[in-house]
């Protein structure tokens, strides 16, 4: 009978070391969010970015040369160096002068720091346009100064932490509303290059909240590749979903991820939480750092920094384009 009840006792034990080795396995493919970003931080980069001083940072102009060399003291404060020569790259498809601001920390895994991410938003709006009750400004606070500002939140961190197994590139774009200018600027160069990239990853008008609570953003070009479930999976949450808005005026097309998809052929895309219900300013005077989230932005930055952090530093390239 004793001999029994240890047996019963040890597969007792085994069975619950199972389980533990089972949950701890699970836990390793789930990711809450941090808590390094703030409301109060991203506020005061987003007030700046969307100021009346920028006049609309339209590319070309005084506004964007002020909000350039912002993003460029940025960087340096936060350790993380230029890729080319200096932080600006010149566009070599517009007229006036106009740079994308490009900053790199090197990865600290000897074989995998020599394959790249990307991690970009635009920063120029429309500057001056037609006056609303007075106002001619295209402050372009959601767009896509709350993008610009969730990729300045990312520098901070990995600047900080340098917990990056790939090389970053962090990208702000000159030129997106001129027809994605800075992006196919950049992508051919990097190809020409022959950069290893991995994949892209672009931030587009993130500055409220989504009406519908089943997602907190969209991904575009949801089905093009295993992004979304990767980004789910890590996230242990339905944190990137689909929208039919993206088909209908495909989005997947319209950001500053596509020019990427097109020269390397690799996952790129881009997330938001504009819907098309949930903010009626979009490329109007009123698109104002008072109507911005602060504390969403915050959120949306929160969760997507470990899941970035696992996904740049998986040891093979698990995001892969669909059909590959």
Do not use: W
Request: charged share 25%.
């Amino acid at each position: 009978m004793k001999f029994i009840q240890l047996i019963l006792i040890a597969l007792l034990i085994t069975s619950c070391r199972s389980v533990q080795v089972q949950n701890d396995t699970s836990n390793q493919s789930r990711s809450s969010s941090v808590t390094f970003s703030t409301s109060e931080s991203v506020g005061k980069t987003l007030f700046y970015l969307a100021s009346d001083e920028l006049e609309g940072r339209d590319t070309g102009s005084e506004g964007i040369e002020k909000a350039a060399a912002f993003l460029e003291d940025l960087m340096k404060k936060n350790g993380v160096k230029p890729y080319f020569k200096t932080y600006r790259d010149t566009l070599s498809n517009f007229d006036k002068p106009a740079y994308n601001i490009v900053g790199y920390l090197e990865g600290n895994d000897p074989n995998l720091k020599n394959e790249f991410v990307i991690i970009g938003a635009h920063y120029d709006h429309i500057g001056r346009i037609k006056a609303v009750n007075g106002d001619d400004i295209g402050n372009g606070a959601n767009d896509n100064a709350s993008g610009s500002t969730a990729v300045t939140e990312l520098i901070k961190y990995f600047g900080k932490n340098k917990g990056n197994k790939r090389s970053l590139l962090f990208v702000f774009f000159s030129a997106e509303e001129k027809g994605l200018l800075g992006s196919k600027h950049l992508a051919k160069k990097l190809h020409d290059k022959k950069m290893d990239l991995y994949f892209m990853f672009n931030f587009e008008m993130i500055g409220v909240p989504m009406k519908r609570t089943d997602m907190l953003m969209y991904i575009t070009g949801f089905g093009k590749s295993n992004m979304a479930s990767k980004i789910n999976e890590i996230a242990g949450e339905n944190l990137v979903g689909y929208i039919p808005m993206q088909t209908q005026y495909q989005l997947f097309r319209a950001s500053d991820n596509y020019p990427f998809y097109t020269e390397f052929n690799v996952p790129a895309q881009t997330v938001s939480t504009f819907d098309f219900e949930n903010f009626e300013f979009y490329h109007q005077p009123d698109d104002e750092f008072e109507l911005m989230k602060p504390e969403h932005m915050a959120k949306v930055v929160n969760k997507m920094i470990p899941v970035l952090e696992q996904m740049m530093n998986a040891p093979t390239k698990e995001i892969e384009l669909n059909g590959k």
